[in-house]
Every structure is written in C-alpha cells, then in structure tokens.
C-alpha cells in the first residue's frame, strides 16, 4: 500500500514541530521523518516531542549514521523513540554526507553499516552475546538495561549505491533515496535490492503553492545544498546540468500530485515531502493536507 509522508528539517520551534505533526496527522499522513543534517537540531530533539503530541503517525530519523554516533547509541535513539511513541518508530541508518568536514574516515562504509545493522539489531533482540567486528564491537554481556518496546523496529537504509542496496534488500525493511524525485531512479534501485519485500521511500526537496513558477524557483534555490551531494549519484541521468524535477517535487498542487503519482506508479512504496514544503512551510503543509494528500487518496 503506498505510504504519504512529511519530511521535516531540524531547524524549527518545539511548537512548529507539534502543529505541523499534528496537521499533518489529522489530515492522513502515514509517517513523519525528521532530517539528522550535520549541525542542525539532533533527529531525536523534535522526534519525541512528535512522539508526545500525536497518535497514530508513525516517525523515525532519516537519517542517523554510524560515522558520528556508535551503534549502541542508534540503538538505544530508537529504542528511546519507540517507548515514547508506543511502538510507531523506525530506525534510518545513512552513511553520511559532508563527514569530511569533521576529518572523519569514510572508507569501508559497507562494513561500517554492516557491523552497524548487527549491533542494532543485537540489542533491540536483548541478545547479550556480544560482538567482534572490524569496525566496533559489544562486550559479552552488554545489552539494554531497560526493557525496549519491541524488540525489532523497522530499519531504513538511505543510500544511492548498488552494494548497499543490495545489503539493505538483505537485512532492512526499507531502502531510501534522500534527494531524488526520480521515477528511472527508483525502478534503478529496485533492481538493486532485489528483494520485493524492501519498500523503496524517495524524498525530496518539496514546494508546493498556487503560483507554480514561484514554487519552482524557491524549489531551485533550496536544492542547491543537497545537489552537491545527490546530483553525481544519478547514474540514470545523462551529461549536463541536472534537470530540478529529478531532485524536486515543486509546482502547483495538482503538479505536486502528478509527480508523486508517477514515483508510486515506478516502484515506489513511500514518497515523503521534504522541506521546505512551500513558501513558508506552514503554507506548504496545508496546501499538501488540504489539496496534495485528497489528489493522492482519490478524495477530490
């Protein structure tokens, strides 16, 4: 069943988080993600005071990487998130972007994110086994010392690349493509993960408004901090400026829609509405509530 989400970014008021949640909620949302951007508000900040205000909607970073927090700490931020919430949250897991700027080492993220998924979900199993990796490692007898919700939450794994698809197809419960609104690019991933039970979720920069010319101009200008990351990751895409549509989803509500359509009608399980939503995010959120979301769910 396709999935509607809203993805927020960590740079808002205790109260914005609540009203939009809510919103968002009321109106039929499926998930809220929270973006963990280097130095922005840590995910977990806005996520629990989500998990307290709503109900239903389910919630979840995306995304966390083991580059800057230790698995142990993954696993406890969403063991955290998941008693908070009564069972609604899900783990994303991402190698990271801009690490260079903290001088840390990004070779190996396959085993890092293997070892990571090990540990995690060690952990969350009450599995006090311990574990040896090249990478990090749990003490014989280590494990919560409280009793988690659940003991497997749902894992996301945010990648562009082949082999950690292929590693999420083995291991998560979904895969997501931060940045892309591109349909080739989804029907690319599900070959990759090769495992049809593994949602695809497919977010990006999103502006709706009436004026669609003024959404796609403010869509352009917000994209440019991700572009240097996700533009070069297409493989789908020829030579030449990236095309805004393949990074985007901005323009009228009924062409906001339309896209959204045509990700689902590629492959994809969960398409999520990422910031800044609108002109204001206030106005971006109602107009996807009161107009976006009805177009999708056949109730206009």
Known sequence: MSEVGLGLQSDKSADEYIALAQRAEAAGFDVVSVFHDLLYQPAIYPLILIARATERIRLGPAALNPAT??????????????????????????TGAWLDRLGLDERRPLQRMRETIEIVRRLQAGDRSGFAGEQFMLDPGAGFQYEPFRPRIPLMIGTWKPRMAALAGATADEVKIGGSANPDMVRLMRTWIGNDQVGIVVGAVTVVDEDGDAARARAAEQVEMYLEVVAR????????????????IAGTPEEVAAHARRLFDAGAKRVEFGTPQGLTAACGVELLCDRVLPLLRGRA
């Open 69 to 94: 927090l230790h698995p142990v700490e993954l696993a406890g931020q969403a063991a955290a998130l998941d008693l908070a919430s009564g069972g609604r949250a899900y783990l994303g897991i991402a």
């Open 233 to 248: 990751l297409d493989p789908t895409l020829g030579p030449g400026p990236p095309p805004l549509d393949a990074f985007t």
